[in-house]
């Protein structure tokens, strides 16, 4: 237990009860899609929130954890291992070729994998006594320039690519949507990656993770397929520094 977490008993029933109720939406929000809701599995993203505010979420029994930050990531990592965590850790966030080795090193999954030469980084940098790298194609739905993420029309060719490589093992599709103002119009995006990922699977790719869905839109991701949703903000609070490239 870190030496401030009862300090915190407050925030940390806070964060709890907070992702008790997004468990909750995502089982409503299942059940509204005519799905089961074990087909949906919840992320936690803890960037930004230290490792004795992630810790009771853990407890709670959250399995899967997401950093967008990679030292961020490695420090929380390493302090959760300490504690003795079977946390399931997902990089979702850029990744420069410098921290290529560190997200190879100590995450369990990539999401954010959007060009060809960081997916043969993280494959050589694999170390072998660990399992593959669980990795998704980010795409750019938008086609927006100041995003992350390949472009729709580039993503089967890289999918591919990357399905190709040892140390990685293709996952499915990660896409973040641009903020749309109506449900209709959130939808339709989420449609669309929907459609991609149905491609890959009609190739015959063994294909099982469409994520999609942050705490503002994951019901809309869920009626339209996604199989995980990334959710931060609604189970640990709003974050107090600011997100270069998020939105
Ligand atoms: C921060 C982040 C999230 C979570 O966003 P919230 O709105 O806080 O739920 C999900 N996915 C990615 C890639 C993120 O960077």
């Given at each position: 237990?870190?030496?401030?977490?009862?300090?915190?008993?407050?925030?940390?029933?806070?964060?709890?009860?907070?992702?008790?109720?997004?468990?909750?939406?995502?089982?409503?929000?299942?059940?509204?899609?005519?799905?089961?809701?074990?087909t949906?599995?919840?992320?936690?993203?803890?960037?930004?929130?230290?490792?004795?505010?992630?810790?009771?979420?853990?407890q709670?029994?959250?399995?899967?954890l997401?950093?967008?930050?990679?030292?961020?990531?490695?420090?929380?990592?390493?302090?959760?291992?300490?504690?003795?965590a079977?946390?399931?850790?997902?990089?979702?966030?850029?990744?420069?070729?410098?921290?290529?080795?560190?997200?190879?090193?100590?995450?369990?999954?990539?999401q954010?994998?959007?060009?060809l030469?960081?997916?043969?980084?993280?494959?050589?940098?694999?170390?072998?006594?660990?399992?593959?790298?669980?990795?998704?194609?980010?795409?750019?739905l938008?086609?927006?320039?100041?995003?992350?993420?390949v472009?729709?029309?580039?993503?089967?060719?890289?999918?591919?690519?990357?399905?190709?490589?040892?140390?990685?093992?293709?996952?499915?599709?990660?896409?973040?949507?641009?903020?749309?103002?109506?449900?209709?119009?959130?939808?339709?995006g989420?449609?669309?990656a929907?459609?991609?990922?149905?491609?890959?699977?009609?190739?015959?790719?063994?294909?099982?993770?469409?994520?999609?869905?942050?705490?503002?839109?994951?019901?809309?991701?869920?009626?339209?397929?996604?199989?995980?949703?990334?959710?931060?903000s609604?189970?640990?609070?709003?974050?107090a520094?600011?997100?270069?490239?998020l939105?």
């Amino acid at each position: 237990m870190p030496a401030n977490a009862q300090l915190l008993p407050q925030a940390a029933d806070a964060a709890v009860a907070a992702w008790r109720a997004v468990r909750a939406r995502v089982a409503v929000a299942a059940l509204a899609a005519g799905r089961d809701p074990s087909t949906v599995t919840l992320l936690a993203v803890s960037k930004t929130f230290d490792a004795t505010a992630v810790w009771p979420v853990v407890q709670a029994g959250q399995a899967a954890l997401g950093e967008n930050y990679v030292q961020e990531g490695v420090d929380k990592i390493q302090a959760l291992q300490a504690l003795g965590a079977p946390v399931q850790w997902h990089c979702i966030g850029p990744i420069q070729s410098n921290k290529a080795k560190l997200v190879a090193q100590h995450f369990d999954w990539v999401q954010s994998v959007d060009r060809l030469k960081i997916a043969q980084r993280l494959s050589q940098l694999r170390p072998q006594a660990m399992a593959p790298l669980q990795v998704c194609v980010q795409v750019n739905l938008d086609a927006s320039p100041t995003k992350a993420g390949v472009v729709p029309s580039e993503a089967t060719a890289l999918a591919e690519q990357v399905a190709a490589l040892p140390g990685l093992r293709l996952r499915g599709l990660m896409c973040i949507p641009d903020p749309q103002p109506t449900p209709e119009a959130r939808r339709a995006g989420f449609a669309r990656a929907a459609a991609l990922f149905a491609q890959w699977q009609q190739r015959g790719w063994p294909v099982d993770t469409l994520s999609m869905g942050m705490s503002d839109d994951l019901e809309d991701a869920i009626a339209c397929g996604a199989t995980m949703v990334r959710v931060g903000s609604a189970i640990f609070g709003r974050r107090a520094v600011p997100e270069p490239g998020l939105r």
